[in-house]
């Protein structure tokens, strides 16, 4: 699984820059004694709780009044009170810059660029807080936003937030019936949406979708329409309620931001599940829960100084595009990125990165496949001079794509591959800068967060496969979900496995080097002959194949049984025949182990992926076993699952 040396190893400068080296000096006079190692550091975070998050508060110099108990019923899980006599805002915490330099720099392809300052975005920001509460906007309101990621977005969060408003997004590729799923849930006040977006050169029209959804969201008092393609005006005189953002701002000028300083548990945002199984879980997320664990994983983690240029490849509709956001608390510049990220071909964020001295750089595992599978080579094409962390996540990335990323890309720069989800609006295992990089795994669990691995019988272990668990209450857990009055649904989703513990639904392996692989969701886990399987594991093989472009793998209940069942897309002009079919097996079986090895091997044209751009094994799953699929408005290709129905070779 490991090799014998690291990738990549910090320099003795970049350790001693790093802010983690400094919260750990400042952590060591705290506890009145000295952590020579990160998993030191990380067993004082765990243990004592109090100390950890009272001096993370400290540290990144929270806005706001602390309050005198930082961690009130810390054994119970849910239950557990982080800071519960706390006052603070979000967007206060965000806003505290000034200046002319950039705050935001916005790419919408090669059809769109522009740039805020910070005077400029807290500009913007006050002019859209007097729109909200002009139109009788309160705290707990929700504002609900189907938009890309771009600068408008990100001042409306601020505004919304600023104010106590809940904040709900989704990516304007998203179908009428998938934003209904989720806004339909809120009952959101407001509604803010573009005229259109750009993807692969294309001008996407959405206000008949608009009209759709304005028209079955009563709660809805005004939509308000940005623009994006130069139609908002055209678009706001044909749709009913809906009003061009320009022109709704137009009578307000620029004015001191007024936050209003709410308690820590206040929620500022929901986020929903993928949806892929049953209608969305809309996931509640506190302001200071956020707030605190993100500026822990920036500062201590990502090592986010001030004046870095930060980039994530997200969609407002997945979690890293709030995880983007609080960059600014930092001091950060958010560099944003809107629309395909190969067009007009795989080049494009490299462009991006040389052009803005970007230092971060944020994308996914499939994006950093496709650019290899691509054949691509940034490093001999791209300075990346600026860059000195890249980051990946969305699913695992396979051992040959950590190579890449050193091969490819940047020699000396910190691959941080990090894990953790929706639900927790953040990580339980991520990057650690003063650490090596070894292959295939993510470095270490985040401070503050006891995770562990654990057997079906509910103890710990190393070395082999398990549920990823945390074991201690921490503060970006939700508030709830909405319409869960009385936690049943919260409950059910993380704490039923074993209790008192979060279960999080990930399965995992504790490495030697105190690193954690993850092999893939517990749910899609194969469970051929009772041996439990990470399907990707499977794919870290096959997918290293030049004839396979793309894998997903299920368990097919069969004979009393499960057995594996692989769907390979192939590369252009590759058949699988039976000699492909006998290499793919023989990857497998040296690579992985002989009970990976599937059983039917059947090629696809495509393979359905959700929004974010995670395969959906469960849907594959459920579409193989002849049973209706929930809620396909979750997918990005939803059409994809009919060529999962009544496949002959999965007949006998």
């Given amino acids: 699984m490991t090799d014998d040396t690291p990738l990549w190893t910090p320099s003795p400068d970049r350790i001693r820059n790093a802010a983690l080296t400094a919260f750990a000096e400042a952590a060591a006079k705290r506890a ?24 993370v508060w400290d540290f990144c110099g929270v806005v706001g009044e602390k309050g005198g108990r930082i961690l009130a019923d810390g054994e119970k899980m849910p239950g557990a009170a982080f800071f519960p006599d706390a006052r603070l805002n979000f967007a206060e915490n965000l806003l505290r810059k000034s200046g002319t330099g950039d705050a935001i720099v916005f790419r919408g392809e090669d059809k769109v660029e522009r740039r805020l300052s ?37 001042a409306a969060m601020l505004a919304a937030t600023s104010i106590g408003a809940v904040w709900s997004s989704c990516s304007p590729d998203f179908g009428a019936g998938g934003v209904l799923d989720r806004f339909g849930q809120i009952e959101p006040v407001l509604f803010v949406v573009p005229d259109g977006y750009w993807y692969a050169g294309k001008r996407i029209d ?35 309620k809906v009003e061009a953002l320009a022109d709704a ?23 929903f599940s993928s949806g892929t199984t049953g209608v969305p879980k809309c996931i509640v997320h506190s302001a200071g829960g956020t707030l605190l664990q993100h500026l822990k994983e920036h500062r201590l983690h990502a090592d986010l100084k001030d004046g870095d240029r ?34 007009p071909d795989g080049n494009v964020l490299f462009d991006y990165a040389d052009a803005e001295k970007m230092t971060y750089f944020g994308t996914s595992a499939k994006f950093i496949d496709s650019v290899r599978k691509a054949g691509l080579k940034p490093i001999e094409t791209h300075a990346l001079a600026s860059v000195r962390t890249v980051s990946s996540t969305g699913s695992p990335l396979s051992p040959e794509d950590f190579r890449f990323v050193y091969e490819g890309i ?18 339980f295992v991520l990057g650690v800068p003063t650490e090596p990089v070894w292959v295939g795994e993510i470095q270490g669990a985040g401070l503050g967060m006891a995770v562990d691995v654990w057997d079906d019988q509910g103890k710990p272990i190393h070395g082999e496969k398990g549920e990823l668990v945390c074991t201690k209450a921490f503060p970006c857990m939700p508030v709830g979900f909405w319409n869960d009055a009385d936690g049943k649904k919260y409950r059910g989703a993380y704490f039923e496995r074993f209790d008192n513990i979060w279960c999080h639904g990930d399965f995992a392996e504790w490495t030697q080097h105190g690193g954690i692989v993850i092999h893939g969701r517990s749910d899609a886990t194969l469970n051929p002959g009772g041996v439990r399987i990470g399907t990707a594991e499977i794919y870290n093989q096959v997918e290293q194949m030049p004839q396979i472009a793309e894998a997903l793998a299920i368990g097919q209940d069969f004979d009393n049984d499960v057995r594996v069942v692989l769907f390979v897309r192939l590369a252009p002009g590759v058949e699988l025949n ?36 995670k395969i959906t094994e469960l849907a594959v799953r459920e579409v193989v076993h002849g049973r209706p699929v929930k809620n396909k408005e979750a997918l990005a290709n939803p059409e994809a699952l009919e060529l999962f129905r009544d496949i002959p070779a999965l007949k006998n």
Avoid at 215 to 226: D, I, N
Avoid at 410 to 427: F, M
Wanted: include cysteine; aromatic fraction near 10%.
């Fill in 310 to 343: 930060f980039f994530y490849f997200t969609t407002c509709g997945w979690m890293m595009w709030n995880w983007l956001m609080t960059g600014l608390a930092s001091g950060a510049t958010l560099l944003l990125y809107d629309g395909s990220p190969f067009h």
């Fill in 578 to 613: 039976e000699d492909l079919e006998k290499r793919i097996r023989a990857k497998i079986r040296t690579g992985a182990s002989p009970r990976h090895v599937p059983a039917r091997i059947v090629a696809v044209a495509d393979i359905p992926r959700t929004k974010s751009g």
């Fill in 249 to 271: 701002l137009a009578p307000f000028t620029p004015k001191p931001l007024v936050f209003e300083r709410l308690p820590f548990s206040q929620p500022a945002f929901i986020l």
């Fill in 118 to 154: 910070w005077d400029e975005l807290t500009a913007l920001v006050s002019r859209l807080q007097q729109l909200f509460v002009s139109l009788g906007v309160r705290k707990g309101d929700r504002i609900a936003a189907m938009m890309p990621n771009m600068p408008e977005t990100a």
């Fill in 32 to 55: 009145g004694r000295s952590f020579g190692s990160y998993a030191a550091l990380h067993g004082w975070s765990v243990e004592d709780r109090d100390g950890f998050w009272d001096l």
């Fill in 206 to 240: 959405v206000s008949a979708k608009v009209a759709e959804v304005a028209e079955k969201l009563p709660s809805v008092r005004k939509v308000f329409v940005v623009d994006y393609l130069g139609t908002a005006a055209e678009a706001a005189a044909r749709i009913g």
């Fill in 410 to 427: 940047r020699k000396d720069v910190h691959l941080a591959s990090i894990s953790g989800g929706t639900d927790i609006v953040s990580c």
